[in-house]
C-alpha cells in the first residue's frame, strides 16, 4: 500500500506564504507527484505536477506564484506558495497519480 502524507497548512494573510510538504512511501525519482485542492461543493482541481524528469505543470491559477519542486535525497516534494489570495483558501492534497494515492490533505486559510 502507498502512502502519502502532508504537511504545512495553516492560517495566512492575503501576500503572505506557506511552504506544504509531502512524503509519499514510493521514490519520487521514478513516480510523477501532484498536488491538488478541494472546497467545499467543488472538485478537486490541480494545481501542480512534477514528472520524474522533473518537468514541471502548473494550473493557469497559480502560475508565478506557487512552486512545485523536490529533494531527491529526503524523497520529499513541497509546494511553495507566494502572494496567496483568499481564493487559495482550500484543503490541499499531495497525490501520487500512479499509484492513485492520496495524503489526508492539509487546511489552507488566507484571511486578515
Known amino acids: 500500500q502507498v502512502h502519502v502524507v502532508e504537511s504545512g497548512g495553516g492560517l495566512v494573510q492575503p501576500g503572505g506564504s506557506l511552504r506544504l510538504s509531502c512524503e509519499p512511501s514510493k521514490s519520487i525519482s521514478v513516480y510523477q507527484m501532484a498536488w491538488f485542492r478541494q472546497t467545499p461543493g467543488k472538485e478537486r482541481e490541480l494545481v501542480a505536477l512534477i514528472r520524474p524528469s522533473g518537468d514541471t505543470i502548473y494550473d493557469d491559477f497559480v502560475k508565478g506564484r506557487f512552486t512545485i519542486s523536490r529533494d531527491m535525497v529526503k524523497n520529499m516534494v513541497y509546494l511553495q506558495m507566494n502572494n496567496l489570495k483568499p481564493g487559495d483558501a482550500a484543503v490541499y492534497y499531495c497525490?501520487?497519480?500512479?499509484?492513485?494515492?492520496w495524503g489526508q490533505g492539509t487546511q489552507v486559510t488566507v484571511s486578515m
Open positions: 497525490n501520487m497519480p500512479d499509484w492513485n494515492a
